[in-house]
């Protein structure tokens, strides 16, 4: 009844209403005829914005809910799209993309610290994995539930509030409601009446899940053997819960807010799996500075430089050093990128640090100089030795004190020791930390050699085994001294182990090598 009155009240005024002034003439009988439904429909429209504004900002504030799914406790969230889908993120592993819906709805699931004594019930009992695979398809359920009912009372309310400022008027305000709440439910029921629950099967895969096929197989084998599937899902969610345990159980390190975190890479050899790797670390880490020593092309040839575009989407400071597979091509390219910088026996500071640079003297892509075949000739040898020599001059004549050095082949760092409290080199495609032998009255110096990044491309494969995709996360404090360094290492080609160490550093301002008995993460088998 007030919305009645209101709304006579409203059409009322604008019968009665005099002209402005009292001058200007009526409007003749023809405009007066349109000027009612012209309202009308300006209403209409004003009332339909309002309530998909308000349907939107709803389900963007208050379409959000925690739930438990098996042993993780998990956010489920459902935002606008335009073509539905579900993204089931698992940090700092990676996400899955699910194509398990139509309409303008997002479905994600974002997967986050395990209950420890869930966990320790896993582990301690494998019978208990197949009742908490199937209890997590309640879970899942349920929290898919709560999440709709949250998201429409989110939408209503917020329409409501919208409306009653707007119009303050009762009636318009409820019709804004009601279509908000028609808007919302209409999206949700067109998701449900879509579902693909076989998109399970056929999932997309980024950051380290991309090798998760290798784990659980082809998808149409594994809906064809269901059997054989439980069992190395069973398998993979033991490895699951051992990683996130384990991880939880590393050398305690909390970083300062000071703290700079450089991830080191080095030996990509073109391989496209390792960019996907970085980008993964870069995000899940916060990392502030990436440093290559080398090697990110294989031939150094033009076509080649089309890879390093990737260096431009990681948003990060990108310090790079040539390595002997690398042509001059290779490294102007890479300084083409809008956040590289190519250090040629030449100094820079990233993030507060202060990295000194050389490339490798050589430009030898074929095989006699890889690292399965070295062929370190004398004379090769003075020009690597020779590298490192015109380097520490370089860093003795820095007007700052240097924190980084870099080299390619670690065969060039010995000239370095005393100069720097850290070099970092690649070239061997194999990991190792080390003490470079001391000078009296100089500083100790510490030599870490990172492993291939890009699994030595295709020479990774000449071997009996692959070789492993590896990098490391460096944590430096605010005096720029390496307090602790994370070591990451993923299966070469075909292989799907993940692996993950952390060391910390005993009395980094003496410069004294890392120490203490790692903690590794399981190795998952598949």
Not at 20 to 37: Q, S
């Amino acid at each position: 009844m007030d919305g009645q009155r209101d709304e006579q009240h409203d059409d009322a005024d604008d019968r009665d209403a005099p002209a402005a002034g009292g001058d200007l003439p009526r409007p003749n009988g023809r405009w007066a005829a349109l000027a009612g439904p012209l309202r009308r429909i300006g209403l209409i429209g004003a009332v339909l914005a309002v309530a998909l504004a308000g349907a939107v900002l709803g389900v963007l504030a208050g379409g959000r809910v925690d739930t438990d799914i098996g042993p993780f406790r998990a956010n489920l969230s459902i935002s606008p799209a335009r073509d539905g889908g579900t993204t089931v993120d698992i940090p700092p592993l990676g996400a899955l993309l699910l194509d398990s819906h139509d309409g303008p709805t997002h479905l994600t699931v974002r997967l986050g610290a395990l209950d420890q004594g869930r966990t320790e019930a896993l582990l301690d009992d494998p019978a208990s994995i197949s009742r908490a695979s199937q209890s997590a398809v309640e879970d899942v359920r349920s929290g898919i539930m709560r999440l709709g009912l949250r998201t429409l009372g989110a939408s209503l309310l917020v329409t409501l509030i919208l409306a009653g400022l707007i119009f303050r008027n009762s009636r318009r305000t409820a019709w804004a409601g009601g279509l908000a709440l028609l808007f919302t439910a209409g999206s949700l029921g067109t998701a449900a009446a879509t579902l693909r629950p076989q998109a399970i099967e056929e999932p997309r895969y980024e950051g380290l899940l991309v090798n998760a096929p290798a784990i659980v197989g082809d998808a149409r084998r594994i809906a064809n053997d269901y059997t054989k599937y439980a069992e190395q899902l069973q398998r993979l969610v033991g490895n699951v819960s051992q990683l996130y345990t384990t991880v939880s159980a590393l050398p305690v390190y909390e970083p300062a807010p000071g703290t700079t975190r450089v991830l080191h890479v080095s030996d990509m050899h073109l391989n496209p799996t390792g960019w996907q790797l970085i980008r993964t670390v870069v995000e899940q880490f916060g990392i502030d500075v990436v440093i290559d020593t080398g090697d990110i092309t294989d031939w150094g040839s033009e076509p080649e430089a089309s890879f390093v575009g990737s260096i431009s989407l990681l948003k990060k400071p990108y310090v790079f050093i040539r390595g002997n597979h690398d042509s001059g091509k290779t490294a102007a390219a890479v300084a083409r990128q809008s956040n590289a910088i190519v250090l040629d026996n030449s100094t820079t500071t990233v993030a507060g640090l202060t990295i000194a640079g050389i490339g490798d003297p050589r430009f030898t892509p074929d095989k006699n100089t890889s690292p399965a075949g070295s062929g370190l000739t004398p004379q090769v040898a003075d020009q690597v030795v020779g590298a490192g020599i015109d380097l520490a001059a370089t860093v003795r004549a820095s007007p700052r004190p240097v924190n980084i050095a870099l080299v390619h082949d670690p065969a060039s760092a010995g000239p370095l020791s005393g100069t720097c409290p850290l070099v970092l080199a690649g070239h061997t495609h194999s990991r190792q930390v080390s003490k470079l032998p001391q000078a009296p009255g100089q500083q100790p110096t510490t030599l870490m050699v990172e492993g291939s990044t890009g699994g030595a491309g295709l020479r990774g494969l000449e071997g009996e085994k692959p070789t492993p995709l590896s990098m490391s996360v460096l944590y430096f404090d605010q005096q720029k001294m390496l307090q602790a360094y994370d070591t990451i290492t993923v299966g070469g080609t075909g292989q799907a182990q993940v692996n993950l160490e952390r060391r910390l550093v005993e009395n980094p301002t003496a410069g004294a090598p890392p120490s203490g008995t790692p903690t590794p993460t399981p190795t998952p088998t598949g």
